[in-house]
């Protein structure tokens, strides 16, 4: 590329999951990668999440004498995603290129000194598919002092998890004024807070803590990373190759080249309500849980350069309530939909799906059923037994909760189920028949309409304490309540189609040279489905690693072979 500003190896647009992956991989091997983040912070909307990644057979699983498979995993896979035509991002070679990835991957980090560890239990979201685990392939980082940041720090993205929880513990904490281990578990997490006060540590936890570990890392070999650095267009050379790209930092355009390729890593379009509403029709902008910096324009400028795009109307769907006043504008109330005395109804009154499935799956009902019946937003019915026990957006059980969601509407409460109806706005008749009949799957413990708590996966994310199913619970002693939630995201799921090295296509298959792309802005790997926790998170790592290895093995066969060619001259 003529007249470039600067010059590096690799340029990664973008800063989240597989980012700082792929630039640890570049400076492994001798090379010089730089990091581009549009926003002010660092870590992507992976900083924001749960930190988790599914990763099958990987090294903890042996460890902990977990058996798995590159063939179980691949059953898993073929049951659950399958083969369609239409889904050019998730065909077979790609999930196995995934899945014999995946696991070197992870490897490669804990040999760079990322502290890495496996959740003991979260089961595969299909767990009765062949193929799946119900101990789960769950990998995470532990929990990462910011401090050793410096005045970084303030640089990290925040997680919406604002405690140092261990990801074994989330899902035990909400629990604590129902089971032992959840008061043992809160315990932990003041004694830890406390400590941490008295030794001046600032421990972050969930995905903060997995971007915060790679962010250190980085920092440590000497990445260079830049914040609000908004890349404007991709630069090409004559015969189409991508060789650089144009930058805006500090309001002055950069021409920065990248000899070996550019890794776009930049999030989807869930900020983009106009694309949104291209091809995601009845979904918002305001109910995504993503970083502000997920707007979809490069996606676009890819699609400008010819490459072909997939499943843009997929996203990775998760259930969000608005109550008015709360911090974050947005509460993730996939743990609260599945707990015990509580069921979900459409704005008639009818139940519509399994509560406990995954968010992905039950967020696709959701749509569908407003299809024909107003679905969104939908109505979380409970009872006092469910106030008194869990938490809801954020507070804790049983502890009195804002005027203003009241007084708003978003939280409704009554004396009675069929009082409760009316005020929101719904058929008495048919609530109560709703309601009754849920009831009496609850204390048989079987749920004849939608098989809610059938699946390990339904029980985990409920109540073990509540017999004779942790996944059900009676919605029987007054007074009622009801708050209204909507089919949210942690990040649409369609982009660009990439092949086996990560390296961005066409519409005829063809390779666009020097471009490579991975996370959210591609055609995910895992097709229209989330077969278990970090399915998301785990193929922008993974896609990352790939994407970085391919492009520095290409220079290094690039570099011995004019070193060959020199040697002959000579």
């Keep these: 590329m003529e007249s470039a500003d600067e010059s590096f190896d690799f340029v990664i647009v973008g800063s989240g999951g597989g980012s700082m992956c792929a630039a640890l991989v570049v400076k492994s091997m001798g090379y010089r990668p730089l990091i581009l983040e549009k926003t002010d912070l660092f870590g992507g909307t992976t900083a924001k999440s749960g930190g988790i990644m599914w990763v099958p057979n990987n090294r903890f699983m042996k460890r902990d004498g977990v058996a798995d498979s590159t063939e179980q995993a691949m059953t898993y896979l073929d049951h659950v995603v399958g083969d369609h035509g239409d889904l050019p991002g998730a065909t077979r070679a790609r999930r196995l290129a995934y899945v014999t990835e995946a696991p070197r991957m992870v490897d490669f980090l804990v040999d760079q000194g990322i502290e890495l560890n496996r959740h003991p239990y979260w089961p595969d979201y299909n767990d009765d598919q062949p193929g799946a685990l119900k101990e789960g392939r769950t990998v995470f980082a532990e929990l990462f002092d910011s401090g050793l940041l410096g005045p970084l720090r303030r640089s990290l993205r925040p997680n919406f998890v604002p405690v140092p929880v261990k990801s074994q513990e989330m899902w035990e904490l909400p629990l604590f004024k129902t089971t032992w281990l959840g008061k043992w578990t809160m315990a932990r997490l003041v004694l830890r807070m406390a400590t941490a006060k008295l030794t001046g540590k600032h421990w972050v936890s969930g995905g903060a803590a997995l971007q915060g570990r790679m962010f250190h890392k980085a920092l440590q070999a000497g990445v260079d990373m830049r914040t609000n650095a908004g890349v404007q267009r991709l630069l090409t050379d004559e015969d189409g190759s991508v060789s650089g790209v144009l930058v805006k930092i500090d309001g002055r355009e950069l021409r920065i080249a990248a000899r070996f390729g550019v890794l776009i890593n930049a999030g989807g379009f869930a900020h983009n309500q106009t694309m949104r509403e291209k091809y995601q029709p009845g979904t918002s902008a305001e109910w995504t849980a993503t970083c502000p910096g997920d707007t979809g324009e490069m996606i676009e400028e890819m699609m400008r350069l010819g490459a072909a795009t997939a499943q843009m109307e997929e996203m990775v769907g998760n259930q969000v309530a608005l109550p008015p006043g709360l911090p974050g504008r947005i ?12 069921l979900v109804v459409d704005q008639s009154g009818e139940r519509y799906t399994n509560e406990t499935q995954s968010y992905m799956s039950f967020c696709q009902d959701m749509l569908s059923r407003h299809k024909t019946v107003p679905a969104v937003p939908s109505w979380l019915i409970f009872d006092s037994q469910y106030m008194a026990h869990y938490m809801i957006a954020g507070t804790l059980p049983g502890s009195r909760k804002p005027r203003a969601w009241y007084e708003s509407g978003w939280l409704v409460k009554a004396p009675s189920v069929g009082e409760l109806a009316q005020r929101l706005g719904m ?25 809610r708590g059938g699946r390990a996966y339904d029980r985990f994310l409920g109540d073990r304490a509540q017999a004779p199913s942790p996944a059900m619970g009676p919605v029987s002693r007054a007074p009622f309540y009801a708050y209204r939630f909507y089919p949210g995201d942690v990040g649409t799921y369609g982009g660009v189609i990439t092949d086996v090295h990560a390296r961005v296509l066409r519409e005829s298959g063809t390779v666009i040279r020097g471009l490579y792309a991975t996370g959210t802005s591609t055609a995910g790997v895992m097709g229209r489905t989330y077969p278990g926790a970090g399915a998301s998170v785990g193929p922008s790592f993974v896609w990352g690693y790939v994407a970085a290895k391919h492009a520095m093995g290409a220079a290094m066969a690039s570099r011995r072979t004019a070193g060959m060619t020199a040697a002959v001259h000579e």
């Design 427 to 451: 058929d008495p008749a048919k609530l109560k028949a709703t309601v009754a009949r849920f009831n009496g799957f609850a204390r048989n413990g079987k749920d004849e309409d939608f098989n």
């Design 331 to 342: 509460a993730l109330v996939v743990s609260e939909i599945a707990k015990p005395h509580s």
